[in-house]
């Protein structure tokens, strides 16, 4: 999501009830690992290499780099995408061979046509300060009409994974009146230009819509654990069948606080790091949990529809 006021993301009802939460309980801060670079305050995708560095990149409209990020936060180096532009980068996703993908796939009114994703090899193996991407294209078969009706805008993307030699996508729901459904997608893992094949969906909440969205995904090292991030809580999978990661048991994890939570990955295959970005102090953080130290509430899923 390209950077708007908060105000504008919560609206100023949840602004107060944020301002409450905040001076009667910083549990979500007990778990904050440090406070990142002002050069990353937007920070929308994170990822480990094969040496355990992180690695983040910014939201739309910054530059098109990605930055690894020091235990203190600060940045130590930055490789530029050549030919890459960061019209809105959402999030970054790593395949078994090591090479990180990175979603330029922001689209808040629904008007793109063709999204990008950017294939780069492992950061780690980039000597110098400069590399170039190959480009994967995609389109939504069903996305016709730019923008949609209200009632059909589904199309915005800031969440995606790799597994078994795909990628799969994930919806962040615009949809007026406001549905929560996320929907799954899948596209293939190298250069050439996708129609994306929906599979499934999953109902998020439909309580305050900027509250449901999901803007991060990540999987566990040994892909058996998918995580979706919103702004106040983490959505569990485990035990899928086949590749639809809403088939199996879900599970909720309520993160204490809203923020504007963007980045999540794993760093092994029972703690998880996410990020917010900065709000009038608030944010700009990473945090860590532990999956085996958490409480997660067991939550039943619908019946997925299909297109």
């Known amino acids: 999501m390209i950077k708007k006021s908060f105000y504008a993301f919560v609206g100023l009802s949840a602004v107060v009830v944020l301002a409450v939460i905040i001076s009667e309980s910083y549990e979500l801060y007990s778990s904050k690992v440090v406070t990142l670079d002002s050069r ?3 920070v929308s995708g994170i990822e480990f290499d ?3 560095n992180l690695w983040a990149i910014n939201d ?3 530059s098109a780099q990605i930055h690894q990020v020091q235990s203190d936060g600060k940045i ?3 490789v530029t995408i050549t030919n890459g532009r960061n019209l809105d980068w959402e999030d970054m996703t790593q395949d ?8 330029d796939f922001g689209n808040n009114d629904n008007m793109r046509k063709w999204l990008t994703i950017y294939k780069i090899e492992n950061p780690i193996d980039i000597k110098g300060t400069e590399t170039e991407a190959e480009i994967i294209k995609f389109t939504f078969p069903e996305h016709r009409n730019f923008p949609p009706k209200a009632s059909e805008k589904n199309f915005d993307l800031e969440a995606f994974v790799f597994y078994k030699r795909h990628l799969y996508l ?3 729901n615009r949809t007026k009146p406001f549905d929560g459904d996320t929907n799954l997608y899948k596209i293939g893992d190298h ?3 996708y129609q994306a094949s929906f599979i499934s969906n999953f109902n998020t909440c439909t309580t305050h819509q900027k509250l449901c969205w999901i803007t991060s995904a990540a999987l566990s090292p040994d892909r058996s654990k998918l995580v979706l991030l919103d702004s106040e809580r983490l959505w569990l999978f485990e035990n899928w069948q086949g590749d639809d990661f809403f088939s199996g048991d879900a599970y909720k994890i309520d993160l204490g606080i809203v923020t504007q939570k963007e980045a999540v ?7 998880i790091i996410f990020t917010d970005e900065e709000f009038y102090g608030v944010g700009r953080n990473s945090y860590m949990i532990k999956l085996d130290q958490v409480t997660k509430e067991r939550i039943q899923t619908k019946a997925p529809s299909k297109q």
């Open 60 to 62: 739309g409209g910054n």
């Open 50 to 52: 094969k040496a355990g």
């Open 191 to 193: 250069a050439d230009n």
């Open 265 to 271: 990955t794993f760093s092994d295959e029972n703690t």
């Open 76 to 78: 130590k180096k930055s």
């Open 170 to 172: 994930f919806s962040k």
């Open 40 to 42: 990353i305050k937007e």
């Open 96 to 103: 078994d061979f090591g090479h990180f993908f990175i979603g």
